[in-house]
Structure formats: C-alpha cells, structure tokens
C-alpha cells in the first residue's frame, strides 16, 4: 500500500538518451507508464542534441480524490 | 575521561577535531591522532595510554568495513576490548556496522557532537535535539505609518478623505450581508434575509441542497480522520532565516481540498514557513454570497466557508501565520468577518488591485473595501496590499500609486496596512528594459521608493520572483531563493514563496515542491546571513523614477477628486497597460 505513504505524486528525474524533446517526452511517458502510473505527465524538458534532461510526474492523489493516507471516503 | 580521537581516513579528520575542542572544554583528556597512520601503530598507542574511549572517525566508505573489521580485531586481540568502549563514526557508518563489527557504539553521518558528548559521559539527550522555539510574530509592530513627505501626504489625505465621504453614503449587497452574517454568528436566525442578497448558485445551495458542480462534501468521518492524522503529524521547527530576524516566509495554499491544503500546511511549517495564505476559488470571487459547511473542491483554490476555516485553523502550528485573502470579489468584508472569527491573524485588501485586474467592479469594491477595512480595523487585523496588476502590465509606479492610496485610508480608519510590491519580471520592466542587467536593481528601486514615502511594514508578493520561474525545478528554486535573499538583504518584514511548481500549469502544485524552494531559501538564507546584496546606482534612480511616477498619479487622482472614476478612467492603470475595471458585482451600489 504505498498509496497510504505518498501525500500526492511521485517525480522521476532522468537524463534520456533521445533525437529530440518530442521523442524524450515519448519515451518518459513511456516510463512512467510502465511502471504503472496513469496520471502522468511531464513536468520539463530540456533537450540538447542527443540528450534530455527530463522530469517525470505521475499524480496519485490530485486535490480533491479519495487520499488513501487519509482513508478519506467520496461522498459525491 | 581519557579520550583517544582516532581519525582512520587518508585525510578528513574534522569531526576528530571538533570533537577533540568538546571534550577539551568539558574537561575530559584527550589525545588526537593525526590521520593516514597505520592501525599497528595506532594500537600501540592504545596499549600505551589504556584511554576510557577510543574513538574513531572514518569518513571515506571505500573498503571502510573491512579496514574497521581489523581495527576491532587487533584492539581485541591486545587486550583493550575489556578496558576500553570502542566507538566509530562518520560518514561511512551506520548505527548496524558498527554493531555488526563489534564496536560499542555507530555515529552515521548526521550525528551532532552533542549526541556523542552525551554518550560518553552517560547522559540521555533528545532524538530531536535542541528545539527550536517559533514564536507568532507582529509584521506591523514599530512602524509609524508616517508619511514622510508632506506633499504625499497632502494628495494621499485628500484621496483617503474624499473615498470616505463617498463611501459613507453607500452599501452594497456584500456589505448588507456582512451585516447579517455578523448578526447569524451571534445566533440570529436571518438566512432568508441573507440568500435574498446572494446569487442563484448560493441561494439553491441553502434553500434546495444543491451542491455546485465540482463541489463536494467532506463527512464528519473524514474530519475525524484528518484530525488523527494532524495529531500525528508532530515535526521539529525549522527557522529559515538562519541570523536574521526578517523576513517571514510565507506560502500560499488553495489546492482546492482543505484536505490536501492541511497537508501543504504541515510540510510547509516542517520546511521552515512561518506562514501561510489562503486561496479561494475565482467563481467564488465573483458569485454573491458564501456557502456554509465542509466542502472540498476539485479546482483550484480553496472553497470559503467559516467550517472550512476553522478546518484549516486547526491544521495550523501555533506561530504560524495566516492570512485569508478578501479583497478580489463580491464578498469581501464577509471573508474579513469570517476570516476574524476563524481566528485569522492577517487578510487582504487592496481594492485597486481587486477591480482592475481581480474582476470586481470598481464602484462596488471601494464601497466593499472600505467597510471591509474597518471591520479589519475593529478585529485589529492587519491587512495586505498586493500590487499584482504589475503582472498585467500596469507600471509600477501606478499600483503603488492605489496601494499608497488604500494604505493610507486604512490608517486613516484605524488599520494597519502592508505594503506589498511584487519583486517580478513585469511587462512595463520587460518591456522598459529595467532588468537588462538584473532583477536586483528595480526590485530595490521599488523599495527605496517606498520607504522615502510611508514608515510602513514591507512583505513582497504574491510571490516573489513572479515571471523568472520556469518549470525547471532547480532553476525555480534558485530563483526563489535569490529573491528570497534580496528581500532578506532589505531586512523586509516577510516575502511570500511560490514553490517549484510555480510555472507548471497542466496540474497541482506538490508537497515536493513546496519543500524544494523552502529548502533553497534555507540555503540562501544561509549564504548570506547577515551581509547584503549590493545594487548598481541604477536602482536609485529607479526609485527616483518610480517616486515621481507615484506622486503624478496621486496629483491626477487628487485633481479628479474622484477615487472611483479614477480607477474607471485608467488613471490607476489604463486598458492599453492591461488595467482593466471588472464587471462583478456592477450596478449594485446603493445609495443609503
């Protein structure tokens, strides 16, 4: 249950060996995704010729969920 | 005590060094090795003086196990184990190899000395440690709120006096329901009275149960379970200002769940903030009235209700700040009333700011704002004065212009006002080019400036460093904390601190994030200490210019002898400079 530790998202930091930003932030997605993370997005790029410096987030909790660390219920 | 200091490392030996003055002082014998001897020769040396601790530092974690492992078996294997205690320490250690090893006790990496003072003479101290003792304190204490210079002070009087005049002959539906609201919290059942002067949204809320969209309930359960939560949330108080009294390091909170704004709360006061801001939701700036109970919201910003508050008053330390924001709608002097009796300490108002760039009509703002002000007044409540129509482009000079005009009416009506210039990279700057060389010397310039003008307290947001953010995390935190430091060198009263999420749109800021520009702040704080940042000339003519700028827009808006038809007729900021007079709320002023 690491739901019940994380307050709200996990970031991943990474240098990627890529042509360009878009194939950087394809395959950070990629990443996250296999690690399986759903609400993920990146958070910065920076791309310099064969490399990019990239940020990877994934949200478990985005204000207003059910936190898991507060065993909070959803009374819509 | 005989202390034998043995640093077993090629070279570091400053924690043997530090240790050596400690006991020396406390009157205990030592005897310091030098570093890089062999551990035969340093055994010979234990046989010889039989000291009560041998005490090694090792520092490099290269082959650190086994080096330690032989030590150990030569100390036993001449004798010593029975008379000495063996202790080890440093960065390569931890608490289970030096067990592992056989040693009588393991200093990891952040041990202070005290710790280890304290096991050799046999005393128990604190996991903890010292405590920081954080005390709630009074931005506004000492300050005069003289206007310094006489022709300011003409115009500025003359600006405060005519708003009053004008003021008093008016109300508004948001002062009518303040009034009410005042007299429902002294147990008066006035509701129908009350959603008669609020919007559709808020009188089917009351009246039907409707809940709008994107608004959810929060059930007494999960209030229980939030309150375990705090009460498990203990931390040591952290000081972020390192030698220095100032500044207050405020951040602002408005995730849109009291929830998650509790937990931003708690990991922002652990970090080091002294105080925090509430943020409310934009729809509730332009919507009359307020809804009551416990409720979150999925969007940003943080829904106002008096439950939703006092929620959040009981998250907070007790020298922590808090300011609730009033000033940018329809509902501004009932958030001051609410905000007093949840037991705000701060709020904010500046109602040139609130109708040219907030949405407020401007008519309907002044009448608002002024009662709002006293009601500030009567519960001694400071409150702030931001002047982020800058961001829209407006020039500087111009919204000090109203925020000088707003300060003064405020002394004038018995409250204490905050002087809040944004330390940002503003269009008219970019545009101007004030920061070509860097963002010191027009960030100064504004303070200079002001302090030649009014004797007032200074706290620089919301936040500081406003458009140099990226979404670079590292670039974010530094140039937080750069300004955090300029602001420091200032000795300015407090600085409001976004997080290094500052300039990432698609999604809510984090805790991390938070705690990154905390901890670059501490690190700048640190750095700096007491010395200051140096400006170039540049900065005082700045200021200079930026004087001049405030006093020809305070004689324009004299010469109008109108404070409302000013702010219609641009002289606060015009349309072209992105000062645009809002629209909620209009044609609601009533004469009384």
Redesign the interface.
Known sequence: MLEKHI???V?L?TTLLAESEQKAREIGIGIMKSFGFKDV?V??V?HNGFAARI?L?A?V?????K?S???????? | MKILLVPLDPVHDVAVKMLNREFSQRGHQTILLPPDMKIEEIVQICQRETPDYIMVSRTLGYNAAELLGRFIDLIDAAGLRRKCKVVVGGKAITKELAAELGYDAGFGEKTRWEEVVAFVEGREISAEGKTVEKFKKEITRGYSYEIKDSAFRELLEKIAGQIIEWANQRTSPGVERAKIRERILKGEDLLDEYTELCDDLVRSYYKEKVIPK?V????Q??IK??KE?LSKSSYSPRVLRHSTDKPLVFVQYG???P??DA?HIK?SEAWGADGVLHFDPSWGARCEGLLEGLL???EDGSIITLENLKLIKSALGESTLWCVRAHRGVNTPEIVLLAHEAGADLTKINMVYGSLNGGSDPERLTVDGVYAIKLAAKFNMPFDLPTNEELGGVPAHKAFAGMLAVAYLGVKLGAKPILKPLFCYSPDAIINKYMEDNYIDYNVGKVIALREIIDAPIWPGEPIGFMTH????VQSAMTTALHAALGKSLELDAITVSST?EA?A???I???ARIDSLRAIADAFRFFGRAKIEPTKQAYEYAKMIKEGIYQTLQRVAERGDFVASLYEGLFGTKEEGANPGRAGRGTVRKC
């Open positions: 307050i709200d998202a970031d930091e997005d958070v910065f920076e940020r987030r949200y909790y985005r204000p207003g969920d936190y660390w507060a065993s909070v219920g959803d009374e819509r | 994107h959810r309930l929060i059930t359960e999960e379970r939030l939560l995730t849109g769940c929830f998650m937990m990991v979150a919201h999925e990226t979404e670079d995390r999420d990432y698609r999604g809510a984090t805790t991390s």
